[in-house]
């Protein structure tokens, strides 16, 4: 559940004082896209989530033990932040900041502490985060906000699962931004501030990413370091082929994925585009038709279009494109799961995952398909369902074993899902075989399933 506090109402109120008169600073002004939101997310609902080592924007972090120590990191980061808050004992999680962003850029601040202490097991903080514009009008954007749990380490850190959302439309100053955190430790009496920097500019967009190897490691490592920027390089690509020939309408489902959690997350991207659709050439141009179709946009203007594209865009709207998140498809499921994986992909977050981890609960089913298949018959019409969540199970498994072993963070996401109960008893079953002690490496998966499904694609034993 998502709980979001909208701030934008105090903006006329502190616009009444003079050093933060409105009128003065654009800063202050409140707007449709110009809203900041303190968003409470899924993590919230978590365990206190510690760690004692973690990389902040590639270099390893040790916490040490100390005085309390605050962090604060602007990142466009997924805002739920599974990274941290979903990961398994021992594993190492991975943070990216940021130090721009762009007009009408979503990003997000997460709260970090070293070194809290601990009294009866719990800590018991209290900060502020005052955001300062460039030509110094200031705003106080959490006062006094209690932030608390469970601790069971002297040396870690944490994040806190209240995340500051900010996006600042072209009203606002270019140039930079500082945002400072306050923190006070109820349990020691320590205090310890942090101030970050994002300098917010204009968009100018970047060279493409047209050599086929860049562009395949980018594609696997994007949640690592994500940006607007890298987003763009790839999707207008003169290496990107979204065809698959084999696939329905002959579209690759894991780049649509990808790229529709992309935009949506970088979605002050589509209206730059469109703002230049008519530079682009007949192959980015039928490119954006497609994107906008995935992430709901309304059909683009013929005027706009000449009339091969005008028919490509009507056929491509008259399609019923899978939602992932929906019932699995009687056809189109395995495309479905391609689509969860290219959100994955972009994203580096749990909720594509656990939607895989679903098919494991048809454990069931699968051994009623490979049943038909040796009898060597079709399922009949009250079969049918049984049968399709049966493939879906398999599909599922194989396409699971696929990416966890490309894959260290779904590897790292299936092994919390179990540490946690995070799944129905069949599907923990089933996990467990391939993770027969939780934290294991990835080979488990494989050496599990040897004799009971094959992954070759030559055929099960």
Not at 30 to 45: D, H, L, N
Not at 200 to 223: C, G, N, S, V
Not at 433 to 445: A, D, V
Request: glycine residues 6%.
């Amino acid at each position: 559940m998502i709980i979001k506090k909208t701030i934008a109402a105090f903006l006329a109120l502190l616009g009444a004082a003079p050093f933060l008169s409105a009128a003065s600073s654009p800063f202050l002004v409140p707007s449709k896209g110009a809203m900041i939101t303190q968003e409470v997310p899924a993590g919230a609902q978590l365990k206190n989530a510690e760690h004692q080592r973690y990389f902040l924007d590639g270099k390893i972090v040790d916490v040490k033990q100390g005085s309390l120590r605050a962090r604060l990191l602007p990142s466009t980061q997924d805002g739920e932040l599974d990274v941290w808050f979903r990961m398994p004992r021992g594993a190492v999680p991975r943070i990216t900041s940021v130090s721009k962003a762009y007009f009408g850029e979503k990003f997000s601040l997460f709260p970090m502490v070293e070194n809290a202490a601990s009294k009866d097991g719990k800590f018991n903080l209290k900060y502020s985060v005052t955001a300062t514009a460039p030509d110094g009008a200031k705003l106080e954007i959490v006062k006094d906000a209690k932030w608390e749990g469970e601790k069971k380490q002297e040396a870690s850190a944490m994040i806190c699962p209240d995340v500051i959302d900010l996006r600042f439309d072209k009203r606002y100053q270019p140039g930079k931004y500082s945002f400072t955190l306050d923190v006070v430790d109820e349990n020691s009496g320590q205090k310890s501030a942090y101030t970050a920097e994002v300098e917010l500019a204009k968009w100018q967009a970047p060279k493409t990413l047209d050599d086929p190897k860049l562009l395949d490691e980018a594609f696997r490592t994007f949640y690592f370091k994500p940006s607007a920027e890298l987003l763009y390089s790839m999707f207008f690509s003169k290496a990107l082929d979204m065809e698959e020939p084999r696939s329905p309408y002959r579209l690759n489902f894991t780049m649509l994925g990808f790229f529709k959690a992309g935009f949506l997350r970088y979605d002050f991207l589509v209206e730059e585009i469109m703002a230049n659709f008519s530079k682009y050439n007949f192959a980015d141009r039928t490119k954006i038709i497609l994107i906008s179709k995935l992430i709901g946009k309304p059909p683009i203007l013929d005027s706009l279009l000449d009339p091969s594209e005008i028919k490509y865009q009507k056929s491509l709207f008259e399609a019923e494109m899978p939602n992932p998140y929906e019932d699995w498809h009687r056809t189109l499921a395995p495309v479905q799961m391609d689509m969860l994986w290219g959100e994955f992909y972009m994203t580096g977050s749990y909720r594509p995952v656990r939607r895989m981890m679903n098919t494991l609960a048809n454990a069931k089913e699968g051994e009623f398909v490979e049943s038909i298949m040796r009898a060597g018959r079709r399922p009949n019409k009250d079969e049918l369902n049984r049968f399709t969540m049966g493939v879906v199970h398999i599909v599922g498994l194989k396409s699971l074993i696929r990416n966890t072993e490309a894959s260290d963070l779904a590897d790292q996401y299936c092994v919390w899902a179990l540490e946690n109960d995070d799944l129905p008893k069949p599907s923990q079953e089933l996990l467990r075989k391939i993770y027969p002690g939780t934290g294991k490496k990835r080979s488990q998966f494989e050496k599990a399933f040897e004799g009971i499904i094959d992954t070759s694609g030559k055929g099960a034993k």
